[in-house]
């Protein structure tokens, strides 16, 4: 497995990460206990070492997942998991945004808790609270990581304006972000801005929520639970519209003999090498094809690039 290392921290990471999220959330009905952790520490022993977790995947449960599945082998894996939102105890629903020092220290204690762990790697913001400066944020977090309960601290899809306030205060390692050739934004401002400062991407959704994989059509039914359900870009409109994308990749993919798929093939395409020629064919094309449908519902699309 590649390593790479995330800006300028020194923190270094397998080339891909595994997203624990849908083992719990979001995509449907929780996965198998015991089977998600077989799954978490066989991708520990093909090589990544990167695992992402929230307090909000579940809530919770997906950190006391992750927790159990790695606290044998704790040093070999580097584990990344966000603060940010506010939970309604007499729901565990999510309840609006929360940012303030006084929570960001409540949950890093309890995510410590559920992870089996004295530290964390990784500790992002989940999403820009407006309501709390930035660099009172990242003050905090420079403060968990002087008390060494923190090692580096992230944003996700922050705004360059929120990574520059923030990275003043408080060195930033990472920003998660969406970013796959179904969303392509990140490359007009927010990538060179992280060039600049030294600072990490860490893609998420790289098969655009399993878009890209071609085993979505639009006749695909989502569970009840699945939030793609409330995604304009996956009415069946957009997916009979976008599917010429996943035809782009399913030809690329079998020149390369390779899959867009799972575990094993993803994995394996760390190894998968696109010459400039390749890359400048999929620019070519990609460049042609308007992707439809927002990416988020409007409520979620206002928590993003602020």
Known sequence: MQKRKLGNSGLEVSALGLGCMGMSFGFGPPGDKQEMIGVIRGALERGITFFDTAEIYGPYTNEELVGEALAPFRKQAVIATKFGFKIDPSTGKQAGLDSRPAHIKEVAEASLKRLKTDVID?????????????????????????????????????????????????????L????????????????????????????????????????????????????????????????????????????????????PARLEENIASVAVE??????????????????QGARYPEAFQKLVGR
């Open 274 to 291: 696109l010459s400039p020629e390749e890359l400048r064919q999929i620019e070519s094309a990609v460049s042609r094809i308007t992707v």
């Open 122 to 174: 990784l500790f992002y913001q989940h999403r820009v609270d407006p309501d709390v400066p930035i660099e009172d944020v990242a003050g905090m977090v420079k403060e968990l990581i002087q008390q060494g309960k923190v090692k580096h601290f992230g944003l996700s899809e922050a705004g360059v304006k929120t990574i520059r306030r923030a990275h003043a205060v408080q060195p930033v390692t990472a």
């Open 176 to 259: 998660q972000n969406e970013y796959s050739l179904w969303f392509r934004e990140p490359e007009a401002e927010v990538i060179p801005t992280l060039e600049e400062l030294g600072i990490g991407l860490v893609a998420f959704s790289p098969l655009g929520k399993g878009f890209l994989t071609g085993k979505i059509d639009e006749n695909t039914k989502f569970d009840a639970n699945d939030f793609r359900n409330i995604v304009p870009r996956f009415t069946a409109d957009a997916r009979k519209a976008n599917q010429t994308v996943v035809d782009l990749l399913g030809q690329l993919a079998a020149q390369k003999k390779a899959t």
